[in-house]
């Protein structure tokens, strides 16, 4: 039986391997893709993103919990970490993360360490987002640190995307904010507890109507609700609710789960679930291209041709662009 | 007369005109970079990095300042933006920037949104540098927001990386720092007249020792000085100094300016300088390549074809890699 077959019959030991192989991009982990990618598709994934500081790793954790214990999912979790290109961190996170839940096989911790080109990272991610899906974990939380491409990266991953904020967090944030707001399904005010939480709160209201001209938002029994303007026409699409939560407590977290899955519902009905999960598995493909036309262009020009014409470049005597030229010349045309 | 032949005779006009070209990767941009990249190669690159919040952009400003009044150099700005990567926030910018430094055609400051890929930014970036370069400005900062990858494709891009923190920002900034510490040349802690500031120089510290474990590093005369450990060799290699500074106020910026300065004395005596300009001409090359690799295939697999195969992996019919198989099949082997 292979490992995939393992995996699909429910052996955790299965999963654990499977996940170390394509974390690692071995071709065991290729091929177990290829195998279980008909057994996917069915989880719900919901990206978690926000600059550091924001508590997000709590607030995933306690999502987590709550998933597993008010609702009896089968909740997995990656968190990825692109703020250590370099140094791993991994096994101290697991370990902080894994206390509150160790023990019960209905959940499922993995933390990763970025490698290499943030391409890279994100088809990693999508590779163990993929095992967990045909492993039957039908919620997927997919946690990114850090403010920029990041985001982007998570936002074509994931279904419903969250995006943190807490009060206080400095002068660039409102930048950030008009930014990732057009990745955010839900935003979260985490750390609702701390001064400057209405400035906050203020701050990406504002932002929001921007964003959303046609329509009032306003904070209603301490949600948000949505009301068309006078003279225009209900949109049917999502405007992006507000709420605020201090996870360290876990506050607020049913009513954000509540959130969670109305945007689920909103994306099925909508038919923006199968937009989704086309755009996702285009971008996926398009990295396995980019990074199998770079491979054969690797196999076919030797490493001290390659030397040479960086040579030439760092002598200033051709330009990268001839220096390209000169590369692929004759060699695909 | 060309552009780029306009632009080395001082044209400012020119300037503008080839930044825009380059930023909206034309033909022309890419002529003017070839024809330009001879007379590239001379200006000092410095990265500045860091979280949000840090105040990055306000010391930026001060640095440019410095340089230009103090030590009469020409100075470029390029401000990179990953943190809005669907909404440009550069004019405003510009204009927030501008304000000091107006009039002065020994200054120039250009603010770019995030467009496309990460790669896509860093090779723009690039471009606008070698421009910058070009045109006789001999320094040239390159500012980015946002933790995480762009810190480490400044790094590749800079010759002097400067990593700025901030007193409170929150739980997850220890995290950050082990990894972008191996990309910082120089570590700023800005607003040092803020409550906390010792809790952060004492972990920059800690963390610093844990890279650079055969030495003691200790803080003397406000400034870091290194001593090699007793029974230790003395390295040549550079150990990051850490630096406070209240950039508002303009407190620590000339300090700032002369370990800069110390660093580019050292990357040259050691041959570091070399080194650098031909692995961030490397990671031009190989972005181009990439980039020129895939344009090369879309042109050569049809639209329609392209949408059959992402179509038959939408429905669970083909996998990913297998479906990469299928596109590049005998088409490049």
Known sequence: ?????????????????????????????????????????????????????????????????????????????????????????????DRVRMRDLSGDTGVFIRSMASRGSLGGLARTTAGLVQIFDAAGFDTILIETVGAGQAEVEVARLAHTTLVIEAPGLGDDVQAIKAGILEIADILVVNKADRPGVENTLKALKSVLELAHPVRHVFQHHGKLEVVAAAEE????????????????????????????????????????????????????????????????????????RYEDVLDKVFQRELAPWEAVKMLLNGRFE
Chains 1, 2 share one sequence.
Request: glycine residues 10%; aromatic residues 4%; hydrophobic residues 40%.
């Open 233 to 304: 026409p209900v949109y049917s699409s999502w405007i992006p609710p507000i709420l605020k939560t201090v996870a360290t407590e876990g506050e607020g977290i049913s009513e954000l789960a509540d959130e969670i899955a109305r945007h689920a519902g909103y994306l099925r009905e909508s038919g923006d679930w199968a937009a989704r999960e086309r755009s996702r598995l285009g971008s996926e493909l398009d990295a396995l291209l980019r990074e199998t036309l770079v491979r054969r262009f690797r196999e076919q020009v030797s490493k001290s």
């Open 1 to 93: 039986m292979s490992l995939a077959e393992q995996l699909l019959s429910g052996n955790r030991l299965a999963l654990t391997r499977l996940l170390t192989q394509v974390e690692n991009d071995t071709p065991e982990g290729r091929a177990a893709l290829t195998e279980l990618f008909p057994h996917t598709g069915k989880a719900h994934l919901i990206g978690v993103t926000g600059a550091p500081g924001t508590g997000k790793s709590s607030l995933v954790n306690r999502l987590a919990l709550h998933f597993r214990r008010q609702e009896e999912r089968r909740v997995a979790v990656v968190a990825v970490d692109p703020s250590s290109p370099f140094t791993g961190g991994a096994v101290l996170g």
